[in-house]
């Protein structure tokens, strides 16, 4: 059974920072790309960054460029969000997501972490 478990969120102020993690169990973690995604209230589900399975590369949303940094362990099964200069328009539930190589679709997902920026 494939489980993605977010922690990290929290409330935090205008111009701080919060670190997510996820942690993957039931798949074979280093031959899947990993991203984050973000939903708003009232909003669309919105792509944050991605990183393939060895790291060598990420993509980020242009909201978040040069604020966010995506990077992963694969020793612990484990993606992280560092997130910078948070504003209050990055409060969102955060999601991480697993895709295979194999079918290049995200087909793991988490629960959903909670992120809310106050002013």
């Known amino acids: 059974q494939v489980q993605l478990v977010e922690s990290g969120g929290g409330l935090v102020q205008a111009g701080g920072s919060l670190r997510l993690s996820c942690t993957a169990s039931?798949?074979?973690?280093?031959?899947?790309?990993m991203g984050w995604f973000r939903q708003a209230p009232g909003k669309e589900r919105e792509t944050v960054a991605h990183?393939?399975?060895?790291?060598?590369?990420?993509i980020f949303a242009d909201s978040v460029k040069g604020r966010f940094t995506i990077s992963r362990d694969n020793a612990k099964n484990t993606v992280y969000l560092q997130m910078n200069s948070l504003r209050p328009e990055d409060t969102a539930v955060y999601y991480c997501?697993?895709?295979?190589?194999?079918?290049?679709?995200?087909?793991?997902w988490g629960q959903g972490t909670q992120v809310t920026v106050s002013l």
């Open positions: 039931g798949l074979t973690f280093s031959t899947y790309t």
């Open positions: 990183i393939t399975w060895s790291g060598a590369s990420t």
């Open positions: 997501a697993g895709a295979s190589v194999a079918t290049g679709r995200y087909d793991y």
